[in-house]
């Protein structure tokens, strides 16, 4: 079974920074594309940013020039590192990850969120 864990949400005001971390733990082989998404109330989840193991990113284009995402292949973990926030970032984060086993199965995971708010 594999577990995500979502950290370093909280409040902030606008224009700070806030990083976020994700750490996957159980049995894993490897993991290909990792992930965060965010959703707001009353709105669907959305993709924020993206990083394949190779370490190619793709960003929303709302994001893009504030966060800056990466990983750490070692430790399983993928960080997000968001810059000059604005009120309308405030969500509850998610991150993914599709982990691999030994056996070649692939699934993608969801961590269980961490609410971000940024103050006027």
């Known amino acids: 079974q594999v577990q995500l864990v979502e950290s370093g949400g909280g409040l902030v005001q606008a224009g700070g920074s806030l990083r976020l971390s994700c750490a996957a733990s159980?049995?894993?082989?490897?993991?290909?594309?990792m992930g965060w998404y965010r959703q707001a109330p009353g709105e669907q989840r959305e993709l924020v940013a993206t990083?394949?193991?190779?370490?190619?990113?793709n960003y929303a284009d709302s994001v893009k020039g504030r966060f800056t995402i990466s990983r750490d292949n070692a430790k399983n973990t993928v960080y997000l590192q968001m810059n000059n926030l604005k009120p309308e970032d405030t969500a509850v984060y998610y991150c993914?990850?599709?982990?691999?086993?030994?056996?070649?199965?692939?699934?993608?995971?969801w961590g269980r969120g961490t609410q971000v708010t940024v103050s006027s």
């Open positions: 990083i394949t193991r190779g370490g190619s990113t």
């Open positions: 159980g049995t894993i082989f490897s993991i290909n594309t």
């Open positions: 993914n990850m599709n982990c691999w086993s030994i056996q070649g199965r692939g699934k993608d995971y």
